[in-house]
Structures are given as structure tokens and as C-alpha cells.
């Protein structure tokens, strides 16, 4: 199983970007979709998750910001972020919750995308 990030970089303050994230792999059920993130210094932190049933979270400082939706034919995940601001800076990484057409199900983690805010 693999995640693949795209979207990303430079964004302008009161600026927009998109996120998305594709899994692939032999895969069974996907549960939770996510993006987390982690600015220089400080600790990773969820930012936006989606539940397989569709309930949604997201972390105070991006409600009414960023929009998390999935697509489950697709096995996709994507994060609109509007209104940018220089905190939004950080490493964002999608990570699901995956059971495999064997095993058991995990955690899994892409590689990270960089998200740099800035005039």
C-alpha cells in the first residue's frame, strides 16, 4: 500500500492551494482519510480527518478555512485550503487508514508535501 501527495507549494497570504492524496496498492477498506501537518520546531498535528461514514474534524485553526473531502471509487483524499496565512506553513502529510487484501488494518503515511505561505 502506498500514499502519493500532490499539490502543495507556494501560496500567497488570503491565497489558495489544494492537496490531494491517492492510494494505491492491493487494497480492501480504506477508514479514516487525513492530512496532518508539521511546521519546523514544532510537533506533527491533524489538520483535517474524514471518517469512512463521512464525519468530519478539523483542527480550530482551519474551520471555515480548508475543506477535507474523499472519493472512495477513486481512493482519494483532498484538502482545499483557502485564506491562506504564513502559520499554515508546514509539511503536510496524508494518512489513512488502510486494511489490506491481507493482514491487518494500519496507519499509513505519505512521504509529505511542503506547504510554504508567504508574500
Known amino acids: 500500500v502506498q500514499l502519493q501527495e500532490s499539490g502543495g507549494g507556494l501560496g500567497q497570504p488570503g491565497g489558495s492551494l489544494r492537496l490531494s492524496c491517492a492510494a494505491s496498492?492491493?487494497?480492501?477498506?480504506?477508514?479514516?482519510m487525513g492530512w496532518y501537518r508539521q511546521a519546523p520546531g514544532k510537533e506533527r498535528e491533524p489538520v483535517a480527518i474524514?471518517?469512512?461514514?463521512?464525519?468530519?474534524y478539523y483542527a480550530d485553526s482551519v474551520k471555515d478555512r480548508f475543506t477535507i473531502s474523499r472519493d472512495n471509487v477513486k481512493r482519494t483524499v483532498s484538502l482545499q485550503m483557502n485564506s491562506l496565512r504564513p502559520d499554515d506553513t508546514a509539511t503536510y502529510y496524508c494518512?489513512?487508514?488502510?486494511?489490506?487484501?491481507?493482514?491487518?488494518?494500519?496507519?499509513?503515511w505519505g512521504h509529505g508535501t511542503q506547504v510554504t505561505v508567504s508574500s
Open positions: 494518512s489513512m487508514r488502510i486494511l489490506p487484501t491481507w493482514g491487518s488494518q494500519e496507519n499509513y
Open positions: 496498492g492491493n487494497i480492501a477498506i480504506i477508514y479514516d
Open positions: 474524514i471518517t469512512g461514514d463521512g464525519t468530519i
